[in-house]
């Protein structure tokens, strides 16, 4: 008996789209996510007004013109009504005149690889920056107890505070930033503790990461065993720091983005250990293997939360739609790249071996340690460009505001990503491949 032929699968944008764009402008403005609700807390004011996101004629690497949709991303919603969507004020010529960018502060420290494409960025607002610094610290002292003394100067090396200001630079206040950057040092205690520099091991890293879990996703048990699961939370600094930051945020959040980043999290600690597996097994993967690796141990429950730090909501239908999520993981994958390159001499140093894409690369393809390297170059930028090609046809297939937001807010972190790396020369240094 022949196998029936399956219909070719339709796209459901312009269904989604149609269904939620009556409401979703009144519900955007309506939901512009106050966090002094839930944290009593009044408002910082509002920096001053500086491009979130680059100019599209900033000198970029190897790196094709942007389309006229992507310019559409760039420049947000337009329209009776949405006003209170844009990330920041902006009077921009028409595609096509003369711009004259506004200069950053002060030049970015470091240098970008050579041949990287990336958008600069103005370096973050210094204000914000300070303050978010200065409550992290306070945070992870007073609140969670993260860290002993002797890891202070690695702590105020990491520059949290400029990191997420440079990638959320449509969050409101400083609580919304906030928000981001407790989960970013939770997630990163979890990375060192259980994994990498401070005591990690791939031995028994599966428990571990299963219980830190159960700080973000809670146990539903009988009255006997909850109280000691409770207790469990606070047992180290890796859980006590998930518990402490997971609070804030569904304070803040819809339970639909606190479930999509519960969702997220468990698919980062899926790929923390696959990279466990191959470090017991003292095994190389394939490259595409790697890849697959990277798709989930890498940065996309940062980007993920965007809406939440920005203030609104890209309701759950939309943000579920195949090709948000193939958007999400192309930016998700190009910033974990990038970490594997500015990272690269850093983890030469460390003991062990440390895969990375130019390791693999090179042990896989037989390459030369600066061909890998400069061929991982490629690979990054062959995923920038997929992930602002598809973001561009996205836009123009879903013209709901949420989703052009929610796009300018993902394109913002992957330039605030890169820029961070780029300028903490306190953690990173360039091989010497040029």
Not at 44 to 65: C, E, I, T
Not at 163 to 173: E, F, G, K, R, S
Request: hydrophobic letters at 40%; charged letters at 20%; proline letters at 10%.
């Amino acid at each position: 008996m022949p196998v029936p032929e399956l219909t070719p699968p339709q796209s459901s944008l312009p269904d989604a789209a149609s269904r939620f764009g009556a409401h979703v402008l009144a519900e955007a403005a309506a939901r512009a996510c106050d966090i002094k609700a839930a944290t009593g807390d009044p408002p910082d004011p509002p920096p001053v007004p500086s491009p979130a996101l680059p100019p599209l004629d900033a000198p970029a690497a190897a790196a094709p013109a942007p389309g006229i949709d992507l310019e559409r991303i760039l420049r947000g919603p337009s329209g009776l009504g949405t006003q209170g969507l844009h990330l920041f004020r902006q009077e921009e010529p028409l595609l096509g005149q003369e711009k004259h960018p506004v200069p950053s502060a002060a030049p970015a420290e470091g240098r970008p690889i050579p041949g990287l494409y990336h958008h600069p960025v103005p370096e973050p607002d210094p204000v914000r920056v300070e303050e978010v610094s200065r409550r992290i610290k306070s945070w992870a002292l007073d609140e969670v107890a993260l860290y002993p003394d002797d890891w202070e100067e690695e702590f105020d090396g990491f520059s949290v505070g400029r990191y997420m200001v440079a990638c959320h630079p449509d969050a409101p206040t400083v609580d919304h930033l906030m928000l981001a950057t407790r989960l970013m040092v939770a997630e990163n205690a979890v990375d060192d503790c259980y994994c990498e520099d401070h005591g990690g091991s791939p031995v028994g890293l599966g428990e571990r990461l299963l219980l830190a879990h159960t700080a973000l996703d809670p146990l539903h048990t009988t009255q006997e065993y909850q109280q000691p699961w409770a207790r469990s939370l606070h047992a180290d600094a890796p859980r006590r720091a998930y518990r402490s930051a997971m609070e804030y945020f569904v304070q803040a959040a819809t339970p639909s983005q606190a479930d999509r980043f519960r969702h997220d999290m468990a698919r980062l600690h899926m790929g923390y250990l696959a990279e466990a597996a191959w470090a017991q097994m003292d095994h190389v993967p394939e490259v595409w293997e790697y890849l697959a690796m990277r798709q989930f141990n890498n940065f996309r429950p940062c980007p993920t939360i965007t809406d939440t730090v920005g203030g609104y909501e890209l309701p759950a239908d939309l943000h579920a739609q195949s090709a948000m999520q193939k958007v999400i993981a192309l930016a998700s994958n190009a910033t974990t790249i990038v970490n594997d390159l500015y990272s690269y001499t850093k983890e030469l140093d460390s003991p062990g071996r440390h895969l990375n894409l130019p390791v693999v690369i090179a042990e896989r393809e037989g390459l030369s340690d600066r061909d890998a390297y400069l061929k991982s170059v490629e690979v990054h930028n062959d995923l920038m460009r997929d992930f602002e090609s598809h973001a561009a046809a996205l836009a123009a297939d879903c013209p709901v505001p949420s989703v052009q937001r929610f796009l300018r807010g993902v394109a913002a972190w992957v330039d605030g990503n890169h820029h961070w790396h780029q300028t903490n020369t306190y953690r990173y240094r360039l091989p010497d491949f040029w």
